[in-house]
């Protein structure tokens, strides 16, 4: 039996939550992080929506540190160590729609940053080499990357990768990163 993606009524938006769990300095302000999820989540909905997807009612974004990260990384992936972020959909009930957490770790950004450009850093696209890049810019494509996997998207494979990685330069381009 086919089922109807849920949607939210008409007029409501999706909820989106940031909670600072960090305890260190952020590479950009807690105001810029809301702000860049709202614009993510939007981007992501529409993605979510050309795919069928259910309507997410909210969004909780935390931001927290290596040993979180760490457990939350064994916890859900069985993979040791930090990592730049999880992301995790729940599914809807009938009692509530679906949700969506992202698990963002800032020190992962200022790591990865410090990196960019260095002979045995992370491999890049040719639009992330040209461009100038912080820890900053690293942490608002860390939350991104979460919002398109919540439309949705996949990379396990280098192909889906590349069309994430493209499609996230772009809303960072779009915020004016």
Same mark, same amino acid.
């Given at each position: 039996?086919?089922?109807?993606? #849920? ?15 960090? $305890?260190?300095?952020? =590479? ?5 992080? #809301? %702000?860049?999820?709202?614009?993510? /989540? $939007?981007? &992501?909905? &529409?993605? /979510?929506?050309? #795919?069928?997807?259910?309507? @997410? ?8 540190? !290596? ?6 990384? /064994?916890?859900?992936? $069985?993979?040791?160590? =930090?990592? !730049? ?16 957490? @992202? @698990? ?12 960019? $450009? &260095? ?6 696209? =040719?639009?992330?080499? !040209?461009? =100038? +890049? %912080? ?18 998207? !996949? ?6 990768? #590349? ?5 996230? @330069?772009? +809303?960072?381009? /779009?915020?004016?990163?």
């Amino acid at each position: 039996m086919a089922t109807r993606a #849920r949607t939210r009524p008409t007029g409501q938006t999706m909820k989106i939550a940031v909670a600072n769990r960090f $305890g260190g300095v952020l =590479p950009a302000g807690i105001s810029a992080v #809301r %702000s860049a999820a709202a614009f993510f /989540a $939007g981007k &992501a909905e &529409a993605l /979510a929506a050309r #795919r069928g997807m259910e309507t @997410l009612e909210s969004v909780l974004v935390v931001l927290h540190g !290596d040993r979180a990260s760490a457990a939350a990384h /064994a916890a859900v992936m $069985g993979v040791a160590g =930090p990592t !730049d972020v999880i992301t995790l959909r729940y599914c809807a009930t009938p009692a509530q729609g679906a949700h969506g957490e @992202l @698990l963002v770790n800032p020190a992962e950004a200022v790591r990865q940053a410090e990196r960019r $450009g &260095a002979k045995d850093g992370p491999p890049l696209l =040719p639009q992330e080499r !040209d461009a =100038p +890049w %912080s820890a900053a810019h690293e942490l608002m494509l860390y939350i991104a990357h979460g919002f398109d996997h919540l439309a949705g998207s !996949d990379d396990a494979a280098a192909a889906g990768f #590349r069309a994430m990685r493209l499609r996230e @330069l772009r +809303w960072l381009d /779009a915020l004016g990163l």
